[in-house]
Nanobody, 121 residues
Framework: VQLQASGGGLVQAGGSLRLSCAHS????????VAWFRQAPGKEREFVAA????????YYADSVKGRFTISKESAKNTVHLQMNSLEPQDAAVYFC???????????????WGQGTQVTVSS
């Protein structure tokens, strides 16, 4: 499985970014696609996930109401729209795919490369 993450960058606090995670082939209906993030010196933490087949979404409490995860079936891509960004959202963001939902990085078999999100205050 080849996952390609993109869309990171530098944004001011209160701004927005959209991350994308593209599959080199396709996601299966049973796939769960998730975003995690890891700040320097911290553990990788769950951000959001979506069930590819049903579109059911899950969010960490810290991003509810600000981030939206969605899928673009025609492009085999999952997006993470991040609004009202805060300095504490700064991290390297990773997309991952697996066959079951979970909030641990151990629940996902396949990982894309990270994309850096920097939020200036």
């Amino acid at each position: 499985v080849q996952l390609q993450a993109s869309g990171g960058g530098l944004v001011q606090a209160g701004g927005s970014l959209r991350l994308s995670c593209a599959h080199s082939w396709r996601f299966f209906s049973s796939s769960v696609v998730a975003w995690f993030r890891q700040a320097p010196g911290k553990e990788r933490e769950f951000v959001a996930a979506i069930r590819w087949g049903t579109g059911i979404t899950y969010y960490a409490d810290s991003v509810k109401g600000r981030f939206t995860i969605s899928k673009e079936s025609a492009k085999n891509t999952v997006h993470l729209q991040m609004n009202s960004l805060e300095p504490q959202d700064a991290a390297v963001y990773f997309c991952a795919a697996g066959s079951q939902y979970g909030t641990s990085h151990k629940d996902y078999r396949s990982w894309g490369q990270g994309t850096q999100v920097t939020v200036s205050s």
